[in-house]
């Protein structure tokens, strides 16, 4: 049940009116909203005129029930922007390197390459690892390559011939990405493997990538797959975490 509004102040009214609204209950009667927070319908119904004429709430031309207005984006637009994604990263990273044992991170696009902003380490003694604030600029990076399929084909383009022969390197990997998942199995160092899945926004649009970092000695066709797998998984959780959509087909 919905907290009670504190007080008579209207705000605390809206807010609790507004959180009435749920995934099991996306369409409300004035009467329902009323016996929920418990108040007078007459107060109720003021109030979803006000809510309504701000676009916070829409009304069902024959029901005459209530829904949450797309007003709402407007409001909430600018904190989905700026969510602190390093901060809500961390525990997914962490979870993920105690999973499988090596170390994750994970990487912004800054215009110029990917660039490491958060990390946990593998706890084997030999690890791959980078500094924060390390960048990957090559088609070979895996999670250079998230970020290349997100641009559109002119910024691509154009940042591809920074480097004389990406734009072919590029394409010829792109087409042994799988699912989502890039792999750099030993591309830009011989005993490295580099995994990356990209994390979307509320769009659907990439906005970051989970990187996992092995030694290559330790991955073996099935530990690849397996790996594959942990990465989806946890920019999946990293995703939903931060209110984010599935990827664009």
């Not at 031309?61 to 600018?78: E, P």
């Not at 000695?217 to 209110?243: M, N």
Request: net charge negative; with cysteine; aromatic share 4%.
């Amino acid at each position: 049940m919905t907290t009670p509004p504190r007080g008579s102040s209207p705000i605390a009214t809206a807010m609790a009116i507004l959180r009435c609204f749920r995934p099991g209950r996306p369409v409300l009667g004035v009467v329902e909203i009323a016996e929920e927070i418990g108040l007078h319908k007459s107060s109720v119904s003021r109030m979803m005129g006000t809510l309504e004429a701000e676009n916070l709430v829409e009304q069902d031309a024959l029901s005459k029930k209530y829904r949450l207005g797309l007003g709402l984006l407007s409001v909430t637009g600018s904190l989905l922007a700026h969510l602190d994604v390093r901060r809500a990263a961390l525990p997914v990273l962490t979870a993920l390197s105690a999973s499988i044992g090596e170390t994750s991170s994970l990487v912004l696009w800054d215009g110029q390459g990917a660039v490491t902003v958060e990390q946990v380490p593998s706890a084997h003694p030999v690890k791959h690892s980078a500094e924060l604030g390390t960048r990957y600029e090559t088609a070979e990076n895996s999670s250079v390559r998230i970020f290349l399929a997100a641009l559109t084909p002119v910024t691509r383009a154009e940042f591809l011939a920074r480097f004389p022969g990406s734009a072919e390197r590029y394409e010829w990997l792109s087409r042994l990405d799988r699912d989502g998942t890039c792999v750099n199995l030993g591309d830009t160092m011989p005993d490295e493997v580099g995994i990356a899945t990209g994390v979307h926004d509320h769009r659907g649009d990439v906005i970051a990538a989970i990187l996992i970092s092995a030694p290559r000695y330790r991955v073996d066709t099935e530990q690849l797959t397996s790996l594959q797998d942990a990465s989806r998984a946890a920019a999946a959780d990293l995703t939903r975490s931060l209110g984010g959509a599935a990827p664009h087909s």
